[in-house]
């Protein structure tokens, strides 16, 4: 079973940023660490994951804005938000999934940028 523990959502104007994180704990394998979010009527999309052997992939609306990193040796995840817009605002959920295929979600921390 693995624990997910998120912090680092808030409120923030726009163009500023946020720094997300996600540390993972329990008796796990982890692969894959990253970042979904769900704006309100919305489905919930992937924002940016990567692979522990540091491949990475992000949604076309986030490239160049926000950095995906992580701490293999600490199970963490970071998502670093720069230039953050209104549409950014959502539900932020940490995602990881295991060597074996199983997947667990985050409780979710609100992201919203707003003036």
């Known amino acids: 079973q693995v624990q997910l523990v998120e912090s680092g959502g808030g409120l923030v104007q726009p163009g500023g940023s946020l720094r997300l994180s996600c540390a993972a704990s329990?008796?796990?394998?982890?692969?894959?660490m990253g970042w979904y979010r769900q704006a309100p009527g919305k489905e919930r999309e992937l924002v940016a994951a990567?692979?522990?052997?540091?491949?990475?992939n992000y949604a076309d609306s986030v490239k160049g804005r926000f950095t995906l990193s992580r701490d293999n040796a600490k199970n963490t995840v970071f998502l670093q938000m720069n230039s953050l817009k209104p549409e950014d605002t959502a539900v932020y959920y940490c995602?990881?999934?295991?060597?074996?295929?199983?997947?667990?979600w985050g409780q979710g921390t609100q992201v919203t940028v707003s003036s």
């Open positions: 990567g692979t522990r052997g540091g491949s990475t």
């Open positions: 329990g008796s796990f394998s982890i692969n894959v």
């Open positions: 995602n990881v999934i295991t060597w074996f295929g199983t997947i667990f």
